[in-house]
């Protein structure tokens, strides 16, 4: 359970660290999975297993070989990672931070930021990316493989940017890409301070993010990886609202307006 601190620190900077929740043989089994999928050795493939930058442009780090591997829904291609995404200690800190009864998989992602070529993940919001998912309720519980630190591209948000609504068309990454930029601040709360905190976590650490908290992570130039399983959570309430393409469509296999349910979005926490 979180302290109402924790949740307060949540609702107020859209971000928690709660510190560690795998120990060493947990991590383990999931660096192993994900070495055979990453490797196409899995019994069953993942979603996307890709480059994400890969065809960009060099400012958003797609020429000189740079890569950010991404894996989305590995928790098909592996029981383990299935398990964790079933965490109980993680869900149940999920679904108090974001009070619901019910929480279901959106979809997971990996992102692994190679050493020395790991590239850059631009600033974004995550709910304005999902364009089939409403309210903008969600949460994301980022699950450390490494130690992610600034050094090796851990990811930098911006405290309190998820009260300021959808601003996705307009962010990018600044010069020094640690702090991002709006390319139009007067729609922008006055006091909104575009200072972004790195969100350093240690191996087997988790740290939450609200779907509309700005959030981008910079190179990794360092000799370590840096790999990391993000689960994004809905609460048992978002519904299906398609207003524009997402890899995970595919799947959904209820009406417009109701609640996206499914055997690809399973139930993963339920309060008794
Ligand atoms: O792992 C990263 O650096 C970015 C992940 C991300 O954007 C997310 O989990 O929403």
């Excluded at 700005?214 to 190179?219: I, K």
């Amino acid at each position: 359970m979180l302290t109402d601190a924790q949740v307060q620190e949540f609702d107020e900077k859209g971000f928690l660290g709660v510190g560690r929740v795998l120990d060493d043989e947990a991590v383990e089994r999931l660096r192993a999975d994900l070495d055979l999928v990453m490797a196409g050795k899995s019994p069953k493939p993942p979603v996307l297993n890709r480059n994400m930058l890969a065809g960009k442009s060099e400012y958003e780090g797609g020429k000189g070989g740079e890569a950010v591997i991404q894996i989305v829904n590995i928790w098909q291609a592996s029981e383990v990672f299935y398990q964790h995404a079933c965490h109980p200690t993680i869900t149940a800190m999920a679904s108090q931070l974001c009070r619901t009864d019910t929480l279901r998989i959106w979809h997971d992602q990996i992102q692994y930021k190679p050493p020395e070529q790991g590239g850059p993940t631009g600033w974004h919001q995550d709910q304005p990316l999902w364009p089939i998912l409403q309210p903008p309720d969600l949460i994301s519980a980022w699950v450390a493989l490494d130690d992610a630190t600034v050094e090796n591209g851990c990811m930098w948000m911006v405290p309190g940017s998820h009260t300021w609504g959808n601003q996705q068309k307009w962010l990018r990454g600044g010069p020094d890409f640690i702090n991002p930029e709006h390319k139009d601040v007067t729609l922008l709360p006055a006091d909104a301070r575009l200072k972004a905190e790195p969100i350093e976590v240690m191996k087997g650490a988790c740290a939450f993010h609200h779907c509309l908290t700005w959030h981008g992570s910079p190179h990794n130039r360092s000799k370590r990886p840096r790999r990391a399983i993000a689960v994004h959570y809905m609460p048992g309430h978002i519904r299906y609202e398609p207003t524009g393409r997402h890899v995970m469509d595919q799947f959904v296999n209820v009406p417009k307006g109701d609640v996206l349910s499914g055997d690809t979005f399973p139930v993963v926490y339920q309060k008794k």
